[in-house]
């Protein structure tokens, strides 16, 4: 694993939670949160990250087997 890995996990997460208390504290209120998850779900959806998604979940399927074998 690279280290630039956990670097890019906390840039998406800080993004994320930065979206949420935008959301929260909008005085737009539900409109904005329509929006802004209509976006989320476009993304979401978009091919090339559901192919990245399954792939990584794919690769945790693997994984968590791999380490129960151990246990």
């Known amino acids: 694993m690279t280290m630039q ?3 890019i996990l906390a ?3 800080g993004l994320a ?3 949420v208390a935008y ?3 909008a005085k737009a209120g539900a409109s904005r949160f329509r929006e802004l998850s209509g976006i ?3 993304v ?3 091919p090339a990250v559901a192919k990245v998604r399954d792939r ?3 690769r945790i399927e693997s994984t968590a087997t791999r380490v129960a074998g151990k246990a």
């Open 23 to 25: 959301v929260i504290g």
């Open 56 to 58: 990584a979940f794919r």
């Open 44 to 46: 979401w959806n978009d």
């Open 40 to 42: 989320a779900t476009d």
């Open 5 to 7: 890995k956990p670097y």
């Open 17 to 19: 939670a930065a979206a």
């Open 11 to 13: 840039a998406v997460l």
